[in-house]
């Protein structure tokens, strides 16, 4: 009799380790197939664009909101290649765009960390705070 109840015991150990599995390869698959979704874009746009409003709003360095501007231009870029992607009918629109955003960012770091550097020079430091006494 304890022998069966070993079995028994054997067998629904089985049972759920097979069921772990099924579940597992399902969310496998499932996270496999998520670029299929322009939600799955858009979330992750929206994200990083949210990541670099926080942080141009809560950095005091000014290369900080920098790298925030950069990574509102990310999102706003994968948006934009998401929309090309699903509903554009003519899928250089999307392209395009994301190009001019590119020659923007690139752009903006370079005039960016020119000015940087001259606020360095002159100040001695880069906090945004310490920063009242620019003159146009």
């Known amino acids: 009799d304890d022998f069966r109840i070993d079995i028994d015991r054997l067998t629904d150990r089985h049972h759920r380790v097979d069921r772990y599995r099924q579940g597992r390869k399902k ?43 950069e990574l509102m231009l990310a999102g706003v870029s994968i948006n934009f290649m998401a929309f090309n992607r699903f509903l554009a009918p003519d899928p250089a629109v999307g392209q395009i765009f994301t190009l001019f955003i590119m020659a923007i960012a690139a752009a903006e770091a370079a005039i960016g960390l020119s000015i940087v550097v001259a606020v360095y020079r002159h100040y001695k430091t880069v906090d945004a705070e310490e920063l009242i006494n620019l003159k146009g």
């Open 27 to 69: 969310l496998i698959m499932a996270l496999l197939s998520i670029h299929h979704y322009l939600t799955t874009y858009l979330v992750f746009g929206a994200m990083l664009f949210s990541l670099g409003v926080y942080g141009l709003v809560t950095r005091k360095t000014l290369i900080g909101m920098l790298i925030a501007a």
